[in-house]
């Protein structure tokens, strides 16, 4: 039997299903879920009015992680098949305030998958080479091969959220970058790479009780930058900035997502299943083996 969404009559795999005269409908929650995450192109993703602290997309923590288990097994034989293929490739843009969590997404996210397959980029302050260059430059040259998933750890969203909120450029420079990027991700996608962008949204309490929790553990203490509460002090600016940036940006071929993330668990749940939703649909093949092993045996 399909699984359908009675609300917009795509298959779970997202692919549109044919009247199927009478057949039983199952609503999916999946994919439910994932059209109250997306932010639809051409709207605002009104991110005063979502809940970072809503648990979403399981009945309990405990059915959420064992749901996260499934997914990231499936993940990876996803992932397994994407290589094999060698011909499309998938990236994944993971960008939050400090403290969202893009670190942890990764690691749990994405235990599953070899990592002869997958590259994870963070990009950090540029240096004086990349800034001797455009601002893609250095985000191009990071873009997955055939075969591969790659995941930015932040990414050129930076160059129109930081560089806007700390006055690295202009007005009119940050401002013309949609443009850009919205270009720039057409071309990724024509050429053959999904492109998934997801926003971890943090609210500032729990910002405020993360930073304070690397201060004190000393485990965590490496990860906390003086500069950190300087961006603190400036959320309402970077929430305006990803306000903006979000819904400039947010297209048919490459959409936003918004993941509530004041929640570790509700938080690796949504991403993985984004994650795997976009696998799914692009339902990569393993290669035809040689015609010539038809009848062969290993002696
Ligand atoms: P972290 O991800 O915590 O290691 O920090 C990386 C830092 O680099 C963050 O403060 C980012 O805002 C900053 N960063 C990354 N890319 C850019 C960029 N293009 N322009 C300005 N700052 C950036
Ligand atoms: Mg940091």
């Known amino acids: ?8 009559e795509r298959a779970e795999n997202g692919s549109p299903v044919r009247s199927v005269g ?8 999946t994919h439910d879920l994932l059209k109250e995450l997306r932010v639809e192109p051409g709207s605002a993703p009104d ?6 602290d809503v648990r979403i997309g399981a009945p309990s923590k405990q059915e959420g992680l064992a749901r996260l ?4 097994e499936r993940l990876g034989a996803l992932q397994y098949r994407l290589a ?6 998938v990236l994944l843009v993971l960008q939050g305030m400090d403290a969202s969590g893009k670190d ?3 690691r749990h996210v994405l235990t599953g998958v070899n990592p002869q397959g997958c590259r994870v980029v963070s990009f950090d302050v540029p240096t ?11 985000v191009h040259a990071q873009c997955p091969a055939r075969g591969e998933l790659a995941v930015f750890n932040r990414s050129h969203y930076e160059d129109v959220v930081a560089a806007r909120v700390r006055g690295l450029v202009a007005d009119g420079v940050w401002r013309r970058r949609y443009e850009h990027i919205r270009g720039f991700e057409r071309l990724l996608v024509d050429e053959g790479t999904t ?5 971890l949204h943090l609210s500032r309490e729990e910002q405020g009780k993360r930073l304070q929790e690397r201060l004190d553990n000393p485990e965590k203490r490496w990860k906390f930058r003086v500069g950190d509460l300087d961006d603190r002090k400036r959320w309402d600016d970077y929430a305006n900035a990803y306000e903006d940036a979000i819904r400039e940006t947010s297209t048919e071929w490459a959409p936003w997502y918004v993941v509530p993330a004041d929640h570790n668990w509700v938080r690796n749940l949504a991403v993985a299943e984004i994650l795997v939703d976009a696998f799914e649909r692009l339902d990569p093949q393993l290669p035809e083996p040689d015609p010539g092993l038809e009848g062969l045996e290993v002696i």
């Open 69 to 72: 288990q499934e997914l990231v």
């Open 195 to 199: 492109v998934i962008k997801i926003f």
């Open 47 to 52: 991110l005063d009015r979502r809940d970072p």
């Open 128 to 138: 004086t080479t990349e800034l001797a260059h455009d601002y893609l430059w250095r």
């Open 22 to 29: 009478g057949g039983t409908r199952l609503v999916t929650k």
């Open 104 to 106: 942890g997404t990764i």
């Open 1 to 8: 039997m399909t699984r359908v969404c009675v609300s917009c």
């Open 84 to 89: 094999a293929e060698a011909t499309r490739s």
